[in-house]
């Protein structure tokens, strides 16, 4: 009986000393609070800044309204092969937000009004760094403390009025919306952004003091829709990169008037300068872009308002896997011709 005695008593001390070791080793220690920069140190100091912490979450755990922002957001996070993101509820404008985070800010940033139910969706919304626009008012956002929290505060900086003019042209309405893009690819919405996630049509705009290029902006001018955007990727073929042009200066003493008055001119974009001979029976590809060569834009897309068009849209193999009613793109018909007038081809080149 002694035996089995101490026998019991060794293996009670036994386990006592693996779960007091299990137990200590286990335990939970509290991260030491980051030093924050000097950077950090004065986006908190605005009076209204606030901050929360972001969580590590697997994507299929998110419990998110379903639509077709959160749908192209989380596709596009599929196609990159992600299964992790960071989230966070923070409390903008005396509502909650949801916040989900990728890996790369400048692009994986998706953001949900939980009391209006919605999350905004433009060009340039996808980004931490762009002035986002609720309530009529621009919020900043900043990663802190090494990633491990985001903060937001009100834009409190001076602001600029943009007017969309006529141009000199007869026009009962002039209306704009979408997004520009300062020097330091900074994106702000044109208007309040609206229950479809996009930025409500105007006719002139608040943005923060800047020099600006249209990121993807939509002019209407009466019936007529014309699609905008900066001239750095203006095809597939570009063959000559240059900086771009933020030719749309927005001050706070004086409005910019974006009336679009210049006159357009077109380039061919490929072949490149650079190739000068060709082969006898070689086929040559053509590439052409619709520019205003003051403020250095692409004319996207121009189209019929008042005629809708039905469209297909096939896969690689022919299969259609859409279809849907557009307006009518009013593409110009392009005329190759030889110096002395023949023509050599001509057909349809569609905007893009």
Not at 138 to 144: A, K, P, Q, T
Request: include cysteine; aromatic fraction near 12%; charged fraction near 25%.
């Amino acid at each position: 009986m002694k035996a089995l005695s101490l026998k019991a008593s060794f293996i009670l001390l036994f386990v006592t000393l693996v779960l007091g070791f299990v137990l200590t080793g286990c335990k939970k220690e509290t991260p030491p609070p980051q030093e924050l920069t000097a950077k950090e140190k004065q986006f908190l100091s605005a009076p209204d800044a606030v901050t929360c912490e972001l969580e590590k979450i697997k994507i299929s755990k998110l419990d998110l309204p379903k639509g077709p922002v959160a749908s192209n957001f989380f596709y596009y996070m599929e196609r990159q092969n992600r299964h992790y993101v960071k989230q966070a509820q923070i409390t903008l404008a005396n509502r909650p937000f949801e916040i989900i985070l990728g890996f790369h800010p400048e692009r994986e940033f998706y953001i949900y009004d939980m009391k209006k139910g919605f999350g905004p969706y433009w060009s340039g919304s996808q980004s931490l760094y762009s002035y986002h626009k609720f309530d009529n008012k621009f919020y900043e956002f900043m990663l802190i403390e090494n990633g491990t929290k985001i903060a937001a505060r009100p834009y409190t900086g001076p602001l600029g009025i943009i007017q969309f003019g006529k141009g000199g042209r007869e026009l009962e309405k002039v209306e704009l919306n979408g997004s520009l893009k300062n020097e330091d690819d900074i994106a702000v919405p044109v208007r309040v952004i609206n229950k479809e996630n996009w930025p409500n049509i105007a006719t002139e705009c608040a943005v923060p003091v800047g020099n600006y290029t249209p990121s993807n902006i939509y002019i209407h001018y009466d019936n007529l829709l014309i699609r905008i955007s900066d001239n750095s990727t203006n095809s597939q073929y570009l063959s000559n990169r240059k900086d771009i042009v933020y030719g749309i200066q927005v001050r706070e003493d004086k409005p910019y008037v974006l009336d679009f008055s210049n006159e357009p001119k077109v380039i061919i974009n490929y072949p490149p300068n650079s190739q000068t001979s060709f082969s006898r029976g070689q086929e040559i590809k053509f590439a052409a872009v619709l520019i205003d060569p003051k403020l250095d834009i692409i004319i996207r897309g121009l189209h019929d308002k008042s005629v809708k068009v039905y469209k297909e849209f096939k896969d690689q193999n022919g299969k259609v896997v859409h279809a849907t009613t557009l307006y009518k793109s009013l593409d110009p018909n392009v005329v190759i011709a030889r110096a002395d007038g023949e023509v050599i081809a001509e057909g349809i080149m569609p905007f893009g």
